[in-house]
Nanobody, 120 residues
């Protein structure tokens, strides 16, 4: 069952910024670690950033220092502030809750995602 709605993507020039949002309908949102994922054309989906229930974050090495993930538990919403964007950040971005031991390919509840295109 799909439980997320992502938004905020678009076309941006290299070096630009975007802020993605994800609204989650799961009643356990505030008790779930959450993640932002992306899938670039021809590539596998990957975890870009993760956040614990108390706001601690981890990032893919290639986005460290450029992306900032946050959450608002009162609004059941995640955010991904993306700065200094590069063409290699071009992808469809999704949010979901990480499941230990389950391959991403086996998740069956992805939302529609939001497309980010970084190009001049």
């Amino acid at each position: 069952q799909v439980h997320t709605v992502e938004s905020g993507g678009g076309l941006v020039q290299p070096g630009g910024s975007l802020r993605l949002s994800c609204t989650c309908s799961r009643s356990t949102f505030s008790a779930d670690p959450m993640g932002w994922y992306r899938q670039a054309p021809g590539k596998k989906r990957e975890l870009v950033a993760a956040i614990t229930t108390d706001g601690r974050t981890n990032y893919l090495d290639s986005v460290k220092g450029r992306f900032t993930m946050s959450r608002d538990n009162a609004k059941n919403t995640l955010y991904l502030q993306m700065d200094s964007l590069k063409p290699e950040d071009t992808a469809v971005y999704y949010c979901n809750y990480p499941r230990i031991g389950v391959p991403l390919a086996d998740y069956d509840d992805w939302g529609q995602g939001t497309r980010v295109t970084v190009s001049s």
